[in-house]
């Protein structure tokens, strides 16, 4: 799977996950199933707090979803 799969998944989860189960995860519970990813993933959330769709903590460990991705078309 290439880099842009992999971000265009991982927003669907954003959006799944924000709309299901509430917007703050510790970053082992959202990465748990795509550990091969995880600093390409991280790198991604400090990309999506720019454009104000996440806040990412001070220890740099959870993140809280603000904004859905859907309501944003220049994410990739």
């Known amino acids: 799977m290439n880099k842009e799969n992999i971000k ?5 989860k954003l959006e799944l996950y924000h ?22 993933l991280i790198n991604y959330l400090q990309f999506l ?3 104000g769709i996440v806040i990412i903590d001070n220890k740099k ?3 809280k979803i ?10 990739t």
């Not at 265009?8 to 669907?12: A, C, D, E």
């Not at 299901?20 to 990813?37: I, L």
């Not at 603000?66 to 994410?75: A, C, G, T």
């Open 8 to 12: 265009q998944k991982f927003l669907g």
């Open 19 to 40: 709309r299901n189960f509430g917007g703050e995860w510790t970053f082992d519970e959202f990465f748990k199933d795509n550990e091969p990813h995880k600093d390409l």
């Open 49 to 51: 707090s720019t454009k």
């Open 61 to 63: 460990q959870s993140f």
């Open 66 to 75: 603000m904004d859905l991705p859907s309501n944003h078309n220049d994410l």
